[in-house]
């Protein structure tokens, strides 16, 4: 939420049966939710890398489609590259 002309950058797990990560930047919130257990470095990365391309390119943009497939490939990337001995109990990031 801008204050005085500034970006205010916020973010936060919250724990339930899943953990709910979120990054607040310019009024627009990036949330992902991932088996308790999952690592948050991978998740908190996830979400910059998410937040960085939507500003860089897609942001007040009607490019739905393209950015979709993004998200698709950042959560496909994601989960490989959790090594073994950190996968949650049933095996699903």
């Not at 970006?7 to 990560?21: D, G, P, Y």
């Not at 943009?61 to 393209?66: G, H």
Request: charge should be negative; aromatic fraction near 10%; glycine fraction near 4%.
């Amino acid at each position: 939420m801008p204050c005085d002309g500034l970006s205010l950058s916020l973010s936060l797990s919250l724990s339930l049966s899943n953990t709910i990560h979120y990054v607040v930047d310019d009024e627009l919130a990036f949330i992902c939710s991932a088996k308790e257990g999952f690592p948050q470095r991978i998740c908190y990365a996830f979400l910059e890398r998410i937040k960085a391309e939507y500003f860089a390119s897609y942001h007040g943009k009607n490019k739905d489609p393209e950015f979709k497939t993004f998200l698709m490939e950042e959560m496909v990337m994601s989960a490989r590259t959790l090594p073994r001995r950190d996968m949650p109990h049933d095996g699903n990031p």
